[in-house]
């Protein structure tokens, strides 16, 4: 029986965490775009997802994806330069990063969109409202519209920002207390 599920995530953690539950309950992924996931239910056979954002590009990428496909792992969807990837459980763990400079590679880069989206709309936002209020000395009730969508992108710019700082932090505690253990 196949299922689709429209969700979005920010956090490409949490999306390969949720995938892996669905995995558990014996839902193969067989497809992705947009925020739409579709599943097929295949239980009792359970699959380990990834979520991989590789840092190749041409024929390099199709050379990794196809290693992958050598190695047991299935290339599900690619989407916006991520690559969703699937593996059965059975056929051992699905571990793409062993390295901890790999690790933390990845995950600087699973959260680094939100330093690219929230500083550029802080930004425009800012200087586009400076100027709105330079300009109009006498506000009308028609102004206020442009300085609503204005004062939206500063909101949405900042929290983007306190977003990427609060995963930044973490990754960065994180990587102290591994440090500490090896």
Same mark, same amino acid.
């Given at each position: 029986?196949?299922?689709?599920?429209?969700?979005?995530?920010?956090?490409?953690?949490?999306?390969?965490?949720?995938?892996?539950?669905?995995?558990?309950?014996?839902?193969?992924?067989?497809? #992705?775009?947009?925020? %739409? *996931?579709?599943?097929?239910? /295949? !239980?009792?056979?359970?699959?380990?997802?990834?979520? @991989?954002?590789?840092?190749?590009?041409?024929?390099?990428?199709?050379?990794?994806?196809?290693?992958?496909?050598?190695?047991?792992?299935?290339?599900?969807?690619? #989407?916006?330069?991520? %690559? *969703?990837?699937?593996?059965? /459980? !059975?056929?051992?763990?699905?571990?793409?990063?062993? @390295?901890?400079?790999?690790?933390?590679?990845?995950?600087?880069?699973?959260?680094?969109?939100?330093?690219?989206?929230?500083?550029?709309?802080?930004?425009?936002?800012?200087?586009?409202?400076? *100027?709105?209020?330079?300009?109009?000395?006498?506000?009308?009730?028609?102004?206020?519209?442009?300085?609503?969508?204005?004062?939206?992108?500063?909101?949405?710019?900042?929290?983007?920002?306190?977003?990427?700082?609060?995963?930044?932090?973490?990754?960065?505690?994180?990587?102290?207390?591994?440090?500490?253990?090896?």
């Amino acid at each position: 029986m196949r299922t689709t599920v429209k969700k979005a995530f920010l956090d490409i953690q949490k999306e390969q965490e949720w995938l892996n539950e669905q995995g558990k309950d014996g839902r193969l992924l067989i497809g #992705y775009d947009n925020g %739409v *996931y579709e599943f097929e239910d /295949v !239980a009792p056979a359970q699959f380990h997802y990834a979520v @991989d954002l590789p840092k190749y590009s041409g024929s390099k990428r199709k050379e990794y994806l196809a290693f992958l496909e050598q190695s047991g792992i299935t290339v599900v969807a690619e #989407y916006a330069d991520r %690559v *969703y990837l699937r593996k059965n /459980v !059975a056929d051992g763990p699905l571990d793409l990063y062993t @390295d901890k400079k790999d690790i933390e590679r990845h995950l600087g880069k699973s959260y680094s969109h939100f330093f690219t989206i929230g500083a550029p709309q802080l930004a425009i936002g800012s200087g586009m409202l400076a *100027y709105t209020l330079h300009e109009l000395s006498p506000i009308n009730v028609t102004d206020l519209f442009p300085i609503a969508v204005e004062v939206g992108l500063i909101i949405s710019g900042t929290v983007f920002l306190i977003l990427g700082v609060r995963k930044y932090r973490e990754q960065r505690a994180a990587a102290r207390t591994d440090s500490l253990w090896e």
